[in-house]
């Protein structure tokens, strides 16, 4: 890739910058938060205008690589938490193998009668309740994710605040708890933009990409036992997967 802008191509200007500072973020030239050069700076070692340099900057940022602290500047974002496509982990395990402190704020933990297609994915019959936990998910303190789970228990089996408090991960619980081994799982993924409200709760701007995941959890007798709907922040998280083609 160059490391000028031409003036030449049929390409802009601003994707031309764009793409550099892209490549010196993930290639490491730029480390997660620290600062990047200044307007003025990039004015000079480019040689294009400040409109450019700030339409260029905003695709970054808007794009997650690049963020904002109003009065000190524009700094390259924390790397993006990676989940692979095929592996049944919680989010408390994510993070721990990535180095991170997983955390929560518990939102409510409630027992209800949830929507129709949450009791049909469960396999429960109508007017059944479950147990259903709102909670804010954190990487190191920073929200990034919103997180709704309505699980099948069986009767006398309770999850508590406490439970949630000390333990942090459902998935432990699950099987600490009740002998309850989460085996397998069924999800879908897509792509939405965050409410004023999912905004205010995640601290990005309304209308910011967010993931949405949607997941049915099985036990280890194929039963489901956990619905759960996560949202979360298009900047700071990603999924990958391995394709091979069939011979």
């Known amino acids: 890739m160059s490391i000028t802008i031409d003036p030449y191509t049929a390409v802009p200007?601003?994707?031309q910058l764009a793409s550099i500072l892209r490549q010196k973020i993930e290639e490491g030239e730029w480390q997660p938060r620290s600062p990047i050069p200044s307007e003025r700076q990039l004015e000079v070692m480019y040689h294009i205008s400040r409109t450019t340099i700030r339409e260029a900057i905003d695709s970054l940022v808007q794009q997650g690589f690049l963020y904002r602290e109003h009065g000190r500047g524009t700094f390259v974002s924390p790397r993006k938490l990676q989940k692979g496509w095929m592996e049944l982990t919680s989010f408390s395990e994510d993070l721990l193998k990535r180095g991170m402190q997983p955390g929560q704020i518990i939102r409510s933990l409630t027992q209800v009668i949830p929507p129709v297609n949450v009791l049909k994915r469960l396999e429960l019959a109508p007017g059944s309740t479950v147990c259903r936990i709102e909670r804010i998910r954190l990487a190191d303190g920073t929200p990034i994710g919103l997180q709704t789970s309505y699980l099948a228990l069986g009767t006398g089996q309770e999850i508590t605040l406490e439970d949630l408090e000390s333990s942090g991960s459902l998935y432990r619980i699950l099987s600490d708890k009740f002998n309850i081994h989460p085996s397998e799982?069924?999800?879908?993924?897509?792509?939405?933009?965050?409410?004023?409200?999912?905004?205010?709760?995640?601290?990005?701007?309304?209308?910011?990409?967010?993931?949405?995941?949607?997941?049915?959890?099985?036990?280890?007798?194929?039963?489901?036992?956990?619905?759960?709907?996560?949202?979360?922040?298009?900047?700071?998280?990603?999924?990958?997967?391995?394709?091979?083609?069939?011979?």
């Open 185 to 247: 799982a069924d999800e879908t993924l897509e792509v939405t933009l965050a409410t004023p409200q999912e905004a205010e709760l995640l601290d990005i701007p309304p209308g910011a990409p967010l993931l949405l995941s949607e997941r049915v959890l099985f036990s280890q007798e194929r039963h489901p036992i956990e619905y759960v709907k996560i949202l979360y922040r298009g900047d700071r998280y990603q999924y990958y997967t391995h394709l091979k083609r069939r011979e």
């Open 13 to 15: 200007k601003y994707y």
